[in-house]
């Protein structure tokens, strides 16, 4: 459900069901790990809903909180659903940092992600490097040379891929695909593009 299709709906959520408090299920939008579990009343939602920020009630100290507002960890809102009863959020939503209070990316440590999740993992590491940009990274230095810069090695990688799949061997094929899926993710940030819009693509190109 998009975020405007819950808006019109808030007010018609089972709200009494739990006293006015409904569980919210968040998910990391890139890899579809489940961060935490929490819960909003009404004013929750519509704050998480106008401000974009992931936004809880404190079942212990009886105030509304948004999560990140003392750590920086910011849960920026993807997409909102509901369930079929209407009294279950699910929060789709990409983390500033890690979610739990532990320096875990999850309150459930060993939660699974989504298949092929390494790789939604390291494009999700690449678009934390565009928004913080760390002086010691090689990614910060490549988004500091430019889109230009960032396509020629893509194009380098690209030739040598394919020279070790004709001439070199597996262990050589395998790290050269390595660096050219890297800084493929690297190029599409550059363009303000992720994996999940290559994805969608080739999932449409196969529904037709």
Excluded at 34 to 39: I, P, T
Excluded at 75 to 93: F, K, Q, S
């Amino acid at each position: 459900m998009s975020v405007d299709a819950t808006v019109s709906a808030v007010d018609s959520l089972a709200w009494e069901k739990q006293g006015g408090l409904i569980p919210a299920v968040v998910q990391d939008a890139d890899t579809l790990r489940v961060l935490m579990l929490g819960y909003m009343d009404v004013a929750a939602l519509r704050a998480t809903i106008e401000s974009g920020h992931v936004t809880f009630f404190s079942r212990s100290r009886q105030t509304q909180w948004v999560k990140g507002e003392t750590s920086g960890h910011y849960l920026d809102l993807v997409a909102l659903d509901v369930d079929c009863d209407g009294d279950t959020l699910l929060v789709t939503a990409r983390p500033h940092g890690p979610t739990c209070h532990l320096g875990r990316e999850s309150c459930f440590p060993s939660a699974p992600g989504a298949t092929g999740s390494f790789l939604r993992e390291l494009d999700a590491l690449v678009a934390r490097r565009v928004r913080e940009r760390p002086a010691d990274s090689y990614t910060t230095r490549l988004f500091d040379g430019g889109v230009r810069r960032i396509a020629q090695k893509v194009g380098e990688e690209g030739v040598e891929t394919a020279l070790a799949a004709v001439a070199q061997s597996e262990e050589d094929l395998l790290g050269e695909a390595g660096d050219l899926l890297y800084h493929l993710l690297v190029l599409l940030r550059a363009r303000g593009l992720g994996l999940a819009d290559v994805e969608a693509l080739l999932k449409a190109r196969h529904a037709g």
